[in-house]
Nanobody, 121 residues
Framework: QVQLAESGGGLVQAGGSLRLSCAAS????????MGWYRQAPGKQRELVAS???????YYADSVKGRFTISRDNAKNTVYLQTNNLKPEDTAVYYC???????????????WGQGTQVTVSS
C-alpha cells in the first residue's frame, strides 16, 4: 500500500501564497506521475499541475505563471507553490500519484485525503 500525506493548505487573502506538500510513503518501486488536482464546491475535480512520466511538467491554463510544481525524488515528495492566489482558487487540493509498487507490475493510482485552500477577497 501507498499513502500520500498532504499539508500546507489554509486560509489566505487574495494575492497571498501557500506552499502545499505531498509525501508518498509505503511500498514504492517507482512513481510514474505525481501531481495536484483540485475540486471546488459543485465542480468537477480538475488537474492543476503535475510531473509526467517523461519528467516534464503540466499546468492548467488558469494557474500558469502563478503556481509552480517541484519535487524531491529522494523524499518521494512533490510541492505546489501557489502565488497570487485568487478567490477562484478556493478548493480542496488533492495529491495524486501513479505508483508501481512491485517491479514488473502495473501502476496503481493513489489519492491523498485532500487539503483545503480558501482564498478570501
Amino acid at each position: 500500500q501507498v499513502q500520500l500525506a498532504e499539508s500546507g493548505g489554509g486560509l489566505v487573502q487574495a494575492g497571498g501564497s501557500l506552499r502545499l506538500s505531498c509525501a508518498a510513503s509505503g511500498s514504492i518501486f517507482s512513481i510514474n506521475v505525481m501531481g495536484w488536482y483540485r475540486q471546488a464546491p459543485g465542480k468537477q475535480r480538475e488537474l492543476v499541475a503535475s510531473f509526467t512520466s517523461g519528467g516534464s511538467t503540466y499546468y492548467a491554463d488558469s494557474v500558469k505563471g502563478r503556481f509552480t510544481i517541484s519535487r524531491d525524488n529522494a523524499k518521494n515528495t512533490v510541492y505546489l507553490q501557489t502565488n497570487n492566489l485568487k478567490p477562484e482558487d478556493t478548493a480542496v487540493y488533492y495529491c495524486n500519484a501513479v505508483v508501481v509498487t512491485v517491479r514488473g507490475t502495473l501502476p496503481v493510482v493513489y489519492w491523498g485525503q485532500g487539503t483545503q485552500v480558501t482564498v478570501s477577497s
